[in-house]
């Protein structure tokens, strides 16, 4: 006779998702949306991609796209042609449900979650027996049970029998998404043993990375953790490097030795941290439990404190000049991508500004006026024409070319390292 474990393990085998057979509805079509949409049409799933917003819902059915990511034009294309993925304003029905919108936090770092109850209250109109819901959208501890569960799922419908809710959080780097959402390994955490199974082999079919089954809680807190590690492990280098600023050592080659010791890997330094995860992502952990995090709490602190040790050094530099130009180089939070959320640069030149200490300059190529109108952006060649005092605030492609007998000529603030 076969055990329990045995016939679970021969059900899941024989479980598998075939794309062609498989619809599915994405919630969201932002960074991490977009591109799992087209991933998944092009692996053969028929995709409903939905969003909020008028323009990206038009700019992709038109076969292009809104945001800044290599090769998802193409992608896209291909997808909408083939007819495999269209966009519309209303979830529609499918197999599975995917939920990629927005977790910001408010201004206390409280958690905003209003975004997720919306598109979940969304789905749940649409959602038949067996279908999939999975949450994909970096959340606080017990979201997906707390939150999605009773927005998303229908009265009278059991989780883990009717319908199965699992939290699948999204670990991918901005310039290198399409890449990684399909080779990353991927945490799926189910609701119930039954809601992580569906979600695991919904993964595989398009997935080449490890399928790693667990709780919704623990795929919520796992991925907190990921990025709370990040953040603690830059705010020690982000602690270093002002430190050895007031001893008078370069912080760069510090690191550089230090990390020579075959136990130490030391982090880079930056201007601080920025992005929409990473530097929000810690304070889900610390709203959890605010009595016992001190130490992620800190972290973020630090890093939060970089951008204005950075504006300071430039503002004492400055005084050095009669009418100082201060060229700032990068507005977005890393280089070569064009996200703004949470950018330190973009807050340097904003306090800059503010503080009124000579005329900033700020130049970012990824980022056009037509888009952006907070303060005038110049070109790199004027900037470096002009400006006596060069800032690298964001280590963008086109900034690490600069000749260095430019450079020479200037008073400079790397605060990546990227001309050392
Ligand atoms: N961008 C990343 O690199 C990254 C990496 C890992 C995890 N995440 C997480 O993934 C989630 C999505 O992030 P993103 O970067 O794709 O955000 P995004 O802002 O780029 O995209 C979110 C999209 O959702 C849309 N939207 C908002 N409310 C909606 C609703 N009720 N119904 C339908 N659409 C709605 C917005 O218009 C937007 O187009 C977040 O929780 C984020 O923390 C992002």
Not at 23 to 34: A, E, F, H, K, M
Not at 97 to 109: A, E, G, I, K, Y
Not at 323 to 350: N, W
């Amino acid at each position: 006779m076969m055990t329990q474990e045995a016939v679970a393990t021969l059900e899941r085998l024989t479980s598998t998702v075939n794309p062609s057979e498989t619809s599915v509805c994405v919630i969201g079509l932002g960074y991490i949306g977009l591109p799992t949409a087209s991933v998944l049409a092009t692996k053969g799933f028929q995709v409903h991609g939905m969003d909020v917003r008028a323009d990206v819902v038009d700019t992709i059915n038109e076969g292009r796209i809104h945001i800044e990511e290599p090769d998802l034009d193409m992608v896209v294309r291909s997808a909408v042609n083939s007819g495999q993925l269209k966009a519309g304003y209303e979830p529609q029905p499918a197999d599975v449900f995917m939920l990629c919108v927005p977790t910001p936090s408010r201004p206390d770092h409280s958690p905003d979650l209003s975004y997720v109850e919306e598109a979940s209250r969304a789905i749940q109109p649409h959602i038949k027996r067996g279908d999939l819901i999975i949450l994909e959208s970096t959340s606080p501890p017990r979201t997906t049970e707390d939150v999605v569960v009773p927005l998303a799922v229908p009265p009278g419908m059991k989780v883990g029998e009717d319908v199965f809710v699992a939290h699948c959080p999204e670990r991918v780097l901005p310039g290198r998404i399409l890449l990684e959402v399909v080779q990353n390994d991927r945490v799926v955490g189910g609701v119930t043993p039954a809601c992580t199974e569906k979600a695991e082999a919904f993964y595989e079919a398009f997935v080449n990375g490890k399928v790693l089954g667990t709780s919704a809680l623990a795929a919520e807190v796992t991925k907190l953790v990921e990025n709370s590690y990040r953040d603690v492990n830059i705010a020690f280098a982000n602690e270093l490097s002002m430190l050895a600023d007031r001893l008078g050592v370069d912080a760069w080659e510090v690191i550089e030795l230090a990390n020579r010791h075959p136990r130490v890997n030391i982090l880079t330094p930056g201007p601080g941290v920025g992005g929409h995860c990473i530097s929000v992502d810690p304070w889900f952990l610390v709203h959890a439990d605010p009595e016992h995090t001190p130490l992620i709490r800190t972290a973020r602190e630090v890093n939060d404190s970089k951008p204005h040790f950075v504006v300071n050094h430039v503002a004492e530099l400055a005084r050095e000049f009669a009418a100082p130009k201060i060229g700032c180089l990068g507005i977005t939070y890393k280089g070569d991508v064009d996200d703004l959320r949470e950018s330190p640069s973009l807050e340097i030149v904003q306090e800059l500004i503010k503080l009124d200490v000579g005329e900033v300059m700020a130049c970012d190529p990824l980022i056009s006026s037509e888009r952006f109108n907070d303060f005038p952006l110049h070109d790199l060649e004027t900037v470096l024409d002009q400006a006596h005092i060069l800032v690298l605030l964001t280590d963008h492609r086109a900034f690490k070319k600069i000749p260095r007998r430019i450079l020479e000529e200037k008073v400079i603030v790397d605060t990546r390292g990227t001309w050392r």
